[in-house]
């Protein structure tokens, strides 16, 4: 088991940045890839970023490239959602997530994922 503790969230201006953490707990070693994702009011729950452990390789939703970075010193334990230039429409809940099994890429769907923690509000105002 895996627990994930998001903070970091809050109330921006538009242009804003931020900074999520994830804090991570519980059997850490057994994690090769963490992520974050995120949830609007109304809409499903989608993609933001992943890191793979074992390569530190990382992916980032199309949309918000050039204006997130996932990062992660020492990823088993916390890894971060660096958030600059912030738009009303990245308005949402986000979501840390771990994965447990074994995974050579660094994954974008939420059901790839073992464990997810309660979430963050974010809230980007115009």
């Known amino acids: 088991q895996v627990d994930l503790v998001e903070s970091g969230g809050g109330l921006v201006q538009a242009g804003g940045s931020l900074t999520l953490s994830c804090a991570a707990s519980g059997r850490t070693s057994t994690t090769t890839l963490m992520g974050w994702f995120r949830q609007a009011p109304g809409k499903e729950r989608e993609f933001v970023a992943s890191?793979?452990?074992?390569?530190?390789?990382?992916r980032v939703k199309d949309s918000v490239k050039g204006r997130f970075t996932i990062s992660g010193g020492n990823a088993r334990e916390r890894v971060y959602l660096l958030m600059s230039d912030l738009k009303p429409e990245d308005t949402a809940v986000y979501y840390c997530?771990?994965?447990?099994?074994?995974?050579?890429?660094?994954?974008?769907?939420?059901?790839?994922?073992?464990?997810w923690g309660q979430g963050t509000q974010v809230t980007v105002s115009s």
């Open positions: 890191f793979l452990l074992s390569t530190t390789e990382t």
């Open positions: 997530a771990a994965r447990s099994r074994f995974t050579v890429v660094p994954l974008q769907t939420a059901s790839d994922y073992d464990y």
